[in-house]
């Protein structure tokens, strides 16, 4: 009797608790559904500003600009003027002028409105110009300003060529004093930019300086003009012996 009346009582309170749940599932349907917005539209979730990324000079320290005022060659602004290390450039009447925070479009415009007197076109180029050295076995070894564009044939031109037939299969490029290539003739053969090489201001291109030659070299290069004057020696001779005998 006890246990028929404790599965009783069981089933009821399951009965209870199952009551409970179906009537409190209204309330926790009403609290999912989404506020009322009042006739007004919800605020959008505003983007993420995107910071416009600042414009690299094309003029480094170090480097240096050319400047052309095309058809007026004679003008005073038609030269290279070299960049300071702290971004500055001696400009004819104006002085020390930074131009390292500028882009070309700007600096093109500042000369346009500062030298506007002096001009008598209103046509300015500005061209950004890295310096290399040429060094070793050339006709003209020397620190070149030289357009980044330009290709390292166009550099050796300027150097006046090599002294040695062999002076481009033994050139080397370095860089603070370690080799960066010594394999430049695939570059001279595809006419490949010293931009596109990945040259900077400061690189140096050594080329062969040739050797000393020996003294055999020596003999064996003046012997030609030896056996010259020797044969035009003893034509002489023989032909004054010739003109004694036949007296």
Sequence with gaps: MYSKYFGKSVYQVLGVVLSGLILLLPVVSLKAMPAPHDGQPSPKKQPKAISKPQTQSPFVPGDAVFISTFPDTTSFLNNIFPIDDRGYVELPILGKVKISHMTEAEFKQFLKENFQDYLRYPYIYVKPMIRISVLGGVFRPSLYYVDPHQSL????????????EDGLKQMRWERDGEVVEDDLIPYLQNGTSLKAMGFRSGDQIWVRTPTKPTLLEEIMRYTPLVTMAVTITTLWLTYQRTFYLGR
């Design 153 to 164: 044939w166009e550099v050796l031109y300027m150097a006046g060529g090599t002294i040695d």
